[in-house]
């Protein structure tokens, strides 16, 4: 993996703006999934949403990659309202994501589901790109460019030509976060990034995350089940339960947070597991 990292393509990939979140709530037949959630993503840090199962943690990252439409509250990126948009434009905006379970498409090489990652980012137009003409063909240099550099810096260099479906499960959700950083994000929303993963492949995730953040600036919003890995790299946490927001604040004051010492003790003992 090349921890230097690529060069970010353009100043705005810096200067990340922040994301405010306030009084969230969404409702789904009358079920209340979040209710008057609130929170803020300083620019360039790394902010983990936790809680049990159940918490309204996939519902708060819906919303903001635009998948659902709140009920009621803001969220706002920079000066931009999220809360109306659909997902394609919010992702022109800067905001990316992965999901819990991978998306990739399996039968595609690496270089072309990282080639995907680009779309939004194209500028030649369908005509110029089906006759070949000289503008279309710089471009589509320049975004392999961006693609090979991409790849070499999340350990995928070596992967280029295989397809994503013929690689173990760690690999494939490096491929899916390099896809996401080939869209030139601002803000990265990392869905369950370690999910499924052996304690290596964890470790490596890990790494990445945090090369992610010191290479490029960009501010990270991470779901996570994983407390250690949630504990090492965030600057701040909020934790849901039940669609409430119960704490936020530095991951050292928050695991020690009598309400949510109690939300994950009420989980453990319904499910048998361990506390974190």
Do not use: W
């Amino acid at each position: 993996m090349n921890t230097a990292g690529p060069t970010p393509e353009t100043p705005d990939t810096v200067s990340a703006p922040r994301l405010e979140v306030r009084e969230l709530t969404v409702r789904f037949a009358g079920l209340t999934a979040l209710d008057a959630v609130g929170f803020t993503v300083e620019p360039g840090s790394v902010h983990a949403v936790i809680g049990p199962n159940g918490a309204g943690k996939s519902t708060c990252f819906n919303v903001l990659s635009g998948v659902y439409r709140a009920t009621s509250g803001s969220v706002r990126f920079g000066e931009a309202e999220l809360t109306a948009l659909a997902p394609h434009r919010i992702a022109a905006l800067g905001v990316a994501r992965t999901f819990q379970n991978i998306a990739l498409s399996p039968h595609l090489s690496v270089r072309e589901n990282l080639m995907l990652g680009r779309h939004r980012l194209t500028r030649a137009g369908f005509v110029a790109a089906g006759l070949r003409l000289p503008s279309a063909r710089r471009e589509a240099r320049r975004h392999g460019d961006r693609v090979t550099e991409i790849a070499a810096f999340t350990g995928l260099a070596e992967r280029l030509a295989t397809p994503v479906g013929l690689l173990p499960y760690g690999v494939q959700k490096r491929v899916e976060l390099a896809r996401a950083l080939c869209m030139e994000p601002r803000l990265l929303l990392l869905d369950e990034p370690v999910a499924g993963m052996n304690g290596g492949e964890r470790r490596d995730m890990a790494e990445l995350i945090i090369a992610v953040r010191e290479s490029l600036g960009i501010s990270i919003l991470l779901v996570e089940h994983d407390m250690g890995m949630v504990m090492r790299l965030a600057d701040t946490v909020t934790v849901l339960d039940f669609g409430r927001r119960i704490a936020d604040g530095p991951p050292s004051e928050v695991q020690n947070d009598p309400e949510v010492i109690r939300a994950y003790l009420g989980a453990a003992s319904e499910t048998g597991e361990d506390t974190p």
